[in-house]
């Protein structure tokens, strides 16, 4: 990991390239917890997926006007489906487990100057 360059800026910028298709399983499981049978919502949502990707379009406006999907999820209910911070939330126990993060004792040697590991990635 030493030596990482991390650019956040182009790792966002190449997600919003799916114009938040990304977001469609969390749509397909929120519809599906509604009651929808998962082939009803899969087609809904697949329906908006393929407008969005070809006409590059945004999936969460699409789905914000198809009465399909507004028949179940409010527009709050929608833009809480979008949430980057969902796929985010267990980033720090990751770099925990694979021993990524500094102890207390390695910051405190960053603080003094002697310690030379890569700033954390993320």
Do not use: C
């Not at 360059?5 to 190449?14: A, F, I, S």
């Not at 809904?44 to 969005?52: E, T």
């Not at 969460?60 to 028949?71: E, F, G, M, V, Y």
């Not at 990524?100 to 390695?106: A, M, Q, S, V």
């Amino acid at each position: 990991m030493k030596g990482l360059k991390v650019y956040p800026e182009n790792m966002r910028r190449n997600i919003e390239l799916t114009q938040g298709v990304i977001f469609s399983q969390r749509v397909l499981l929120a519809l599906i917890a509604k009651g929808l049978t998962r082939e009803q919502a899969y087609k809904m949502v697949q329906d908006n997926a393929m407008k969005a990707w070809e006409k590059r379009e945004s999936f969460l406006s699409l789905l914000q006007a198809d009465k399909r999907i507004t028949a179940h999820l409010s527009k709050e209910e929608l833009n809480s489906l979008f949430d980057y911070g969902y796929y985010l939330k267990h980033v720090d126990d990751v770099f925990t487990r694979l021993q990524l993060t500094r102890t207390r004792r390695e910051k405190k040697a960053v603080k003094a100057g002697s310690a030379k590991l890569a700033p954390r990635a993320v």
